[in-house]
């Protein structure tokens, strides 16, 4: 799987919007970039997934870029509940349940929402 | 549905004494998968299941056993605990199909203290 870099840190005016940064110059192309998040002590939680295209859902968008070496995820509005740590992952998108399916998190960036 | 879930949330061993981390879901979800994760690190993929009777390592299986007997069930065996094994173990799942793991479910973790 292609490595990623984030940057360790962020904050974010709450009400504003949050663009945490994924670098992955060495995504190949069948790889997808995933975004998870984790907030304090719990299980990470699924934000969003994209292959190209810009993608859009009720928790955030996804901007790849068109050489696909970087990525964005903005969370439109940002509230307290949006702190978290964020982890932007690279992997094949698999048509099936046989393989070494896993996700590899990196350490991720920590984002905290400033009221 | 309850989703994914995890006994005990909080257990503390000496080395040396075997335990079993309970996983379960009620989603129907063929792919189970067991992460560990330690301070200041992201998660690492200890065991995981593509389905009832089939299982296989990750990155880290040393010193973990698991089963898969079935759907529901893939609890996490440590034979002989080490203060190495302090960590937080988090169970996941996914529904099977085109694009598996797109979306893969965590419960909430277990708070493991090996002294």
């Known amino acids: 799987d292609a490595k990623t870099t984030q940057p360790p840190s962020m904050d974010c005016a709450e009400g504003r919007a949050a663009n945490l940064p994924c670098n992955h110059s060495?995504?190949?192309?069948?790889?997808?970039v995933y975004w998870y998040r984790q907030i304090h002590s719990q299980g990470p939680q699924y934000i969003i997934h994209?292959?190209?295209n810009n993608e859009t859902n009720e928790m955030a968008s996804l901007i790849i870029t068109e050489d696909r070496k970087s990525s964005t995820l903005i969370l439109p509005h940002a509230t307290l509940r949006d702190t978290a740590v964020y982890y932007c992952?690279?992997?094949?998108?698999?048509?099936?349940?046989?393989?070494?399916?896993?996700?590899?998190f990196g350490t991720g960036t920590r984002l905290t929402i400033i009221p | 549905n309850a989703g994914v879930t995890q006994t005990p949330k909080f257990q503390v061993l000496k080395t040396g004494q075997s335990m079993t981390l309970q996983c379960a879901q009620d989603?129907?979800?063929?792919?189970m998968s067991w992460y560990r994760q330690d301070p200041g690190m992201g998660l690492r993929l200890i065991h995981y299941?593509?389905?009832?009777?089939?299982?296989d390592q990750g990155e880290v299986p040393n010193g973990y056993n698991v089963s898969r007997s079935t759907t529901e069930d893939f609890p996490l065996r440590l034979l002989s605990a080490a203060p190495s094994q302090t960590s937080v173990y988090f169970c996941a799942s996914s529904p099977p199909g085109q694009g598996a793991l797109d979306e893969q479910f965590f419960g909430p973790g277990t708070r493991l203290t090996v002294l």
């Open positions: 989603m129907n979800h063929e792919y």
């Open positions: 299941s593509v389905g009832a009777g089939i299982t």
């Open positions: 060495t995504i190949s192309g069948n790889e997808y």
């Open positions: 994209g292959l190209k």
């Open positions: 992952i690279v992997r094949p998108r698999l048509l099936s349940n046989f393989g070494n399916e896993k996700l590899t």
